[in-house]
């Protein structure tokens, strides 16, 4: 079946500029998470959206990001007024929920200019 | 202290050998454990889960020491793919995983 979506696959952008990154993930997977790795870094946790429970948030690096889903569907990640240090790649994953092998997107390639 | 620790490397270890990775976290509370592999600009996927019991699949063989709080993987016979970054995850709020920076192979003919 079809794995995660992401898109775009690559996303330039002037510094300041708003930006929205969209995953689709795996159908019936009810929990969507959000990651950032900046280059030849680890992956850094941003986001979970788990069924119609409140998001965790607790990654969120400023209030300059945030994300929505649609029921247990797309999810969109917004960065407004972008700076330099937010280029990197997010990934998207997903899965059923808790502890299990999340599958990932293959990510939207951020550059701020 | 980091939630998750490893090895950045890289090691570099020709083709045949056997490699050993180890990874420590900090949170005694964590549940759940994996190794991902992630390819050079690829996103990351699953390589195996990580049991209390230790298990192997085929060449790789992972372990959990929760005393120590330490996971290890071990690469027999190491081919060219197996090339990459190896990431050492942890579970540890029962809901989002925890992602240690990884530990980058690379294997020579």
């Known amino acids: 079946g079809a794995g995660v979506s992401q898109s775009p696959s690559n996303k330039v952008t002037e510094k300041g500029k708003d930006v929205e990154l969209r995953c689709d993930p795996i159908?019936?997977?009810?929990?969507l998470y959000w990651y950032r790795q900046r280059l030849g870094q680890g992956l850094e946790f941003l986001i979970y959206?788990?069924?119609?429970?409140?998001?965790?948030k607790s990654g969120l690096p400023s209030d300059r990001f945030s994300a929505e889903r649609t029921g247990e569907s797309v999810s969109t990640l917004t960065i407004q007024r972008t700076q330099q240090e937010d280029s990197a790649v997010y990934l998207c994953?997903?899965?059923?929920?808790?502890?299990?092998?999340?599958?990932f997107g293959p990510g939207t390639r951020l550059t701020v200019t | 202290r980091k939630e998750v620790e490893q090895d950045p490397g890289p090691f570099n270890v020709p083709e045949g050998a056997t490699v050993a990775f180890n990874c420590t976290y900090s949170?005694?509370?964590?549940?759940?454990f994996f190794w991902y592999r992630q390819d050079c600009r690829k996103e990351p996927k699953l390589l195996m889960s990580?049991?209390?019991s230790g298990n192997e699949d085929g060449r790789f063989t992972a372990q959990l020491n929760r005393a120590s709080q330490y996971i290890s993987l071990l690469i027999r016979d190491s081919k060219l793919s197996d090339s990459a970054t190896y990431l050492c995850?942890?579970?540890?709020?029962?809901?989002?995983?925890?992602f240690g920076k990884g530990t980058t192979l690379s294997v020579s003919s």
């Open positions: 994953a997903s899965n059923t929920g808790g502890g299990f092998e999340q599958y």
């Open positions: 159908s019936g997977h009810t929990a």
């Open positions: 959206f788990q069924g119609n429970s409140a998001p965790d």
């Open positions: 949170n005694s509370a964590s549940q759940s």
């Open positions: 990580v049991y209390s």
């Open positions: 995850v942890v579970n540890m709020r029962g809901t989002a995983l925890i």
